[in-house]
């Protein structure tokens, strides 16, 4: 459902806008606000009560994936700018790969600002109650180059937000993100592409190994609870079931081929790194994880070393042969400090957790295993008798909104504001 709003003044009204006071020129349309309503209604009531109060944004709720899916085609052809997505990891999922597809086909304006001027009508279609003005401005529509995507906390894992530094609090996320569209940050990102048969997906996190297997307990209690969101609990007792079955001992056995990379350990006094052409071989860890950015859920820090931006993917092996070691590296592994649980085995030549850099990754096995696509769990298909998952890197592919706070690190004012040469 579309909501124009009226522009209002932001030093009236709610005490939210009286603290949060920005002056955006926003043209008519600039932004538009696309909500998964299956995720926490009593937090979209909010959303839609704040976002009402803010000149040029548009509020559009989507009935289903299809119509979500939709919604972000409608964005694509429209002179809106920025695009906020309300949801959790499943949906920022969604979006990223309509985006892609709708990108793929070709038919979207270009750097030029060339493509349809009004792109499609989706009179009837789109949300609930769609006015079916993709392009209510009546202008054209603007470039790719020009459009960003950003996301909201609306899950239980909010691995994505917790990546670009976006707040908490429901009131700091839209002034960051207002501050933001005001400020032009944004950031071009590398996708992860995921391919296993014909189909190819783009993602930011995948793995296999004890994670999958987690998540896979994780829907089996969904599916025993209506369908009804299951939060941190039940993967903690997911996890819990896991370690008492002792899932070390049934662990998969991968054939690895990683290419145009490097190894590249870090440790608490000297890091460590070798190039390679290309790296096959076998193994059998606990998991296996590649990342362009380092938080899969709840702050849990899976690929800490990530550069979202540097044109490869980040490639952590689980390398843990006992229970005992994983309890007792619980917390550094949740927070990332994997050269803590490397100090003592690295010198050993046997660090518990491998890293690489890579640009290709290659995982088969011949048997059946079980991968998460950005925590959505899906099974491995057979080609030519055997089970292989294909990873490469897309560099760049999609422009992200993100808050100040991230922008600067990657835009030093040392850097830009001081007379030094940047090419």
Not at 29 to 43: A, E, G, K, S, T
Not at 206 to 232: H, I, K, Q, V, Y
Not at 238 to 249: M, N, P, Y
Request: hydrophobic residues 35%; positive net charge.
């Amino acid at each position: 459902m579309y909501v124009r709003q009226p522009p209002v003044s932001f030093s009236g009204g709610c005490f939210f806008y009286r603290i949060f006071t920005i002056l955006i020129d926003m043209s008519d349309p600039y932004f538009r606000v696309l909500i998964n309503p299956h995720r926490y209604p009593r937090y979209i009531k909010r959303l839609k009560k704040k976002i009402r109060k803010v000149p040029g944004g548009r509020i559009q709720e989507a009935g289903s994936k299809e119509d979500f899916s939709r919604g972000i085609r409608d964005f694509l052809y429209s002179d809106e700018k920025y695009l906020l997505v309300w949801g959790g990891d499943g949906t920022a999922h969604l979006a990223i790969n309509s985006w892609m597809k709708h990108l793929e086909e070709n038919d979207l304006p270009g750097d030029s600002g060339g493509g349809k001027p009004g792109g499609p009508n989706s009179s009837g279609e789109t949300g609930k109650g769609d006015t079916g003005r993709s392009n209510s401005g009546g202008g054209a529509a603007l470039p790719m180059d020009q459009k960003a995507i950003g996301f909201l906390r609306g899950g239980s894992g909010n691995g994505i937000q917790d990546s670009y530094e976006v707040p908490f609090l429901l009131s700091s996320q839209i002034s960051t993100y207002l501050q933001s569209m005001q400020q032009g940050y944004t950031q071009q990102v590398d996708l992860l592409t995921v391919g296993s048969g014909r189909e190819l997906r783009y993602a930011q996190l995948a793995g296999t190994g004890f994670d999958a297997e987690l998540l896979r307990r994780r829907e089996a209690a969904l599916a025993r609870r209506g369908g009804r969101p299951s939060g941190l609990a039940q993967y903690l007792k997911g996890g819990l079931s896991l370690f008492r079955e002792d899932f070390l001992a049934r662990r998969n056995s991968f054939h690895l081929i990683m290419e145009n990379g490097k190894y590249a350990l870090r440790s608490t006094r000297a890091n460590a790194e070798l190039g390679f052409t290309r790296l096959e071989y076998e193994q059998t860890p606990l998991m296996i994880e590649a990342g362009t950015r380092p938080f899969y859920g709840r702050m849990f820090k899976v690929c800490p070393d990530v550069v979202c931006n540097d044109g490869r993917m980040d490639v952590y092996q689980f390398m843990f042969e006992n229970k005992w070691q994983i309890l007792s590296n619980l917390l550094p592994l949740w927070n990332g400090w994997h050269n803590r649980i490397n100090r003592n085995q690295a010198e050993k030549g046997r660090p518990l957790i491998e890293r690489y850099e890579v640009e290709r990754l290659k995982i088969i096995s011949a048997t059946p295993f079980l991968y998460h696509i950005d925590g959505e769990l899906e099974e491995c298909r057979e080609q030519n008798g055997e089970y292989s998952l294909s990873l490469g890197i897309a560099p760049g592919a999609i422009r992200f909104l993100v808050p100040g706070s991230f922008h600067r690190k990657f835009h030093p004012e040392n850097l830009y504001h001081q007379g030094k040469v940047w090419k």
